[in-house]
């Protein structure tokens, strides 16, 4: 198997302060023991307290080194997280979300940051309990870390650990949907300087001792079932923010925002800051404060600013204010005190409300971490219209804010990971980075999710089942792009139970009497439209009312699209006789849709049996399941494109309606119909938005489809056959003159150099080493092969 290699497995770990280091730790292997057999190593917790509800805790292990070594790994893992610390440097954070079933374990070599004599391991753990976010699971409090040899079995977690509850925590019973809540921290009782060999821990106590550590397969029952981290570990970068916009009681420098300006505030004081960082982000906040023993500082952080009448203009600050997520840090006045957030806070705006009392208070720095999956812009696209060099940009960056150690909907929100989504999350990443791992995770989970009925969750990790049937059928197409894109067979063919559970759950919902199907249980979410005819009795946003009634040509065709891709993988994985019959079935059900559901007089499918409403979905997946007979499709699409009085796709289904768009012929106009997001642009934003206005999020990567378009569309680059084994390349400029790309591929980078002129299109395609494809525009086609290939040809046609 060919796997492309964009990445170093022992990736620097940078996390924590700012500040460089030129010692580090870094990432490694874990003993192939450790995944066979139960630890030695047992969780730990504190005791006293429960081990279920809300708690902050510190746990800490002296150990002795004679000689430096030149390797001491470690496998640390903790419920629900943990940050880990050597000799008061930073070393990871985790652990990596999974299920209780995939509990996963981060393996560190720490040994640059030993030295002889006393050395510290210290972890901060903490349960966010009832206030975790959606996407957290848990079982109890608990802290594990496991050497990776008999050499490193000295700092095993048993009783000779230390541990202290932290009692200077506090949930805020402020929340955002799904994120969990903000920190309220009372500085006078942290035990600062916990984390250095020097602390004096005498105080405290010896910990509780639960289970020895195992993995799958071991044992008559579980508790966490520990799984070797399968992602990198995520980028930690210093990201100053960029400007202050907004003062209330006093003047703020903008060189403090430069950690080179330290603000003090005089003693019974209140001040405001509004900080811009000028674009969306996602970092971990640390603020650095001397002095101002029981001062109130408020940190507040926003997507946007609102007044009355909900958001503007993004960069407008006039009349409006800041409502977001806020932590609340009490310093307790002594010298260099740095709060940081447990979790990340995601960001445009940031608000600094402070009130001192008798003390003057010193703000020394205020800075982000940004925080990520560690995706490199591998990928690239320019062209003659500077616009759409805006569009990548921003595209890029709402996808990077959405993928983290699992890929999110949207950052400043729920955090989880849908189906739906993720299928277009992971055709970005493809194309930009190259970097598979983050999408193979994600496949798995979803996989892990499924329930007895057979079909998916629509999103996991989530402490709330939640079941979008149709999303079910996006995880069939994302494991069938995965196959195009990756010659992996061994991991398709463990998703293939997977897929045939799905299938048989729909085709039990087919209705004998109509061909179609019938009542589907749960949220059959399609999109976000607002015409669709739902109201209290049918109070499901997003879904057309005829997935609970009966008779949905929507999900009926979605269906048959799915079979589509399901029918390609198993005849891959050689069930031919099932091949054949879901064949069969998915020609019926689009016979049956086509048969009942198309209007002559208006030359459109309509939703439902009913006929209930028009919308360009179900036209949509007329042309992608091929329902609709291929000679009207070309019509079908230009009337679906142009006809206002349709139900509208919005930014997440114009991924299919640009699918539909290519597979009629007519992707020459793709670039002539990116208004909506030039439109976005126009509007300030500084990432994608979920939805047209008003919207909920501001970041959510189903809308930054674009970069896949930009690559795969206008510059044309796709897999010829399963694998990327071939490629082809059919571009489709439209009105530009000059398009350059770049496309990442298992062997290397396909590049694209081509200039249009009238009926001439001319230039260079690059492929990688033992790379061969074809090349196709209008009625021309030729044979590339690897290296340069000379591009000149003219559209005799035109």
């Known amino acids: 198997m060919k796997r492309i290699n964009l990445f170093v497995l022992t990736l620097f770990l940078v996390w924590g302060t700012h500040a460089e280091t030129e010692r580090r730790a870094k990432t490694a292997e874990p003993n192939p023991e450790l995944l066979e057999k139960k630890w030695d190593a047992r969780w730990i917790a504190c005791p006293g307290v429960s081990l279920y509800d809300y708690g902050v ?17 470690i496998n640390v893992s903790a419920d629900n997280r943990y940050r880990l610390f050597v000799n008061g440097t930073p070393v990871c954070y985790g652990p990596a979300r999974g299920d209780l079933s995939h509990w996963y374990f981060e393996t560190v070599d720490i040994a640059p940051l030993l030295k002889e004599g006393d050395n510290v391991l210290a972890a901060l753990v903490w349960n966010m309990s009832s206030y975790a976010p959606g996407a957290q699971m848990m079982l109890m409090t608990g802290f594990i870390l496991q050497g990776n040899s008999e050499r490193e079995r000295e700092v095993n977690t048993d009783c000779s650990w230390k541990v202290c509850r932290d009692l200077a925590y506090a949930p805020s019973p402020e929340k955002r949907q799904d994120v969990g809540c903000a920190d309220i921290v009372k500085g006078g009782q942290y035990p600062w300087g916990w984390e250095m060999q020097s602390f004096d821990d005498t105080a405290w106590a010896s910990p509780v001792l639960l289970r020895r550590g195992q993995p799958y397969g071991l044992g008559t029952g579980y508790d966490w079932m520990l799984c070797r981290r399968d992602i990198p570990l995520m980028e930690d970068t210093l990201l100053r923010m960029k400007a202050i916009r ?16 330290p603000l003090t505030i005089p003693a019974n004081k209140k001040v405001s800051v509004l900080i811009d960082q000028t674009f969306l982000t996602n970092a971990y906040p640390e603020l650095k404060v001397s ?78 971490m940004y925080t990520a999956y560690p995706f490199e812009e591998v990928g690239s696209f320019s062209s003659d219209d500077p616009e759409l060099s805006k569009i990548w940009t921003v595209g890029w960056r709402t996808a990077r804010l959405c993928a983290n150690e699992t890929y999110f909907d949207c950052p400043y929100y729920e955090q989880l990971q849908y189906v739906g989504d993720t299928r277009i999350q992971a055709l970005i990443s493809l194309y930009v980075s190259g970097d598979d791992r983050l999408m193979r995770k994600a496949i798995r989970m979803f996989d892990y999710s499924r329930t007895y009925e057979g079909i998916t ?21 994302m494991v069938h792009d995965y196959w195009m894109y990756r010659d992996d067979p061994d991991f398709i063919k463990s998703c293939m139970p997977g897929v045939k559970t799905i299938l048989a759950w729909f085709v039990d919902k087919i209705e004998p009497a109509t061909g179609v199907l019938g009542r589907l249980p749960h949220w059959n979410f399609i999109d976000w439209p607002v015409q669709w005819p739902w109201d209290n009795e049918y109070p499901l946003g997003g879904t057309h009312r005829a997935t609970l009634t009966g008779g949905s040509a929507i999900v009926t065709l979605q269906l048959a699209y799915a079979i589509r891709d399901a029918v390609d993988l198993l005849k891959e994985c050689g069930e031919k006789e099932l091949a ?27 939703d439902d049996l009913q006929g209930s409403s028009y919308s360009q979905h179900v036209n949509i997946m007329g042309i992608l399941s091929d329902a609709v007979p291929k000679e009207k499709q070309v019509d079908l699409f230009n009337r679906l494109a142009t006809d206002p009085s349709l139900i509208q796709a919005t930014f997440y289904y114009r991924f299919y309606l640009f699918r539909a768009l290519k597979k009629v012929g007519l992707a020459d106009r793709y670039v002539s119909m990116l208004q909506p997001w030039k439109d976005m642009i126009g509007i300030g934003l500084t990432t994608f938005a979920e939805n047209p206005e008003p919207t909920r999020s501001d970041c959510h990567a189903w809308s930054a489809s674009p970069l896949i378009d930009f690559l795969a569309t206008v510059c044309g680059v796709e897999p010829a056959e399963p694998g990327f084994k071939s490629v082809k ?31 001439r299109l001319k230039g260079e395609l690059t492929l990688p080493p033992d790379l061969v494809g074809t090349f196709k525009w209008r009625d021309n086609e030729m044979t590339l092969t690897a290296g340069v290939n000379k591009i000149d040809v003219t559209d005799k046609h035109k």
């Open 57 to 73: 805790y510190h746990f800490r292990k002296i150990f002795r080194i004679k000689d430096l070594p030149m390797t001491y790994v």
């Open 457 to 477: 969750a629509s999103r996991y990790p989530s402490r709330v089942p939640q079941y979008i049937p149709p999303f079910s059928l996006y995880w069939i197409n």
């Open 729 to 759: 390349i059919e571009p489709h400029l439209g009105t530009l003159q000059r398009v350059k790309g770049n496309v990442p591929h298992p062997n290397g980078i396909i590049s694209v150099s081509l200039e249009q002129k009238g009926k």
């Open 291 to 368: 002095g101002g023993k029981d001062s109130e500082i408020r940190v507040r952080y926003g997507e946007a600013l609102f007044n009355d009448k909900g958001k503007a203009h993004r960069n407008d600050i006039a009349g409006r204010k800041i409502t977001g997520f806020t932590d609340i840090f009490y310093p307790d006045g002594g010298n260099d005190r740095l709060f940081r957030t447990l979790w990340f806070r995601c960001y445009r705006y940031v608000q600094l409300d402070i009130e001192t009392k008798e003390q003057p208070l010193t703000i020394q720095d205020l800075y982000g």
């Open 246 to 261: 907004r003062t209330e009681g006093m003047t703020v420098p903008q060189a403090f925002l430069q950690g080179k300006a």
């Open 580 to 606: 054949a019959y879901y064949e069969h079935l998915g020609i019926s059900l689009g016979q049956h849709v086509w048969n009942d559901c198309w209007n002559e007089g208006k030359q459109l499918l309509t």
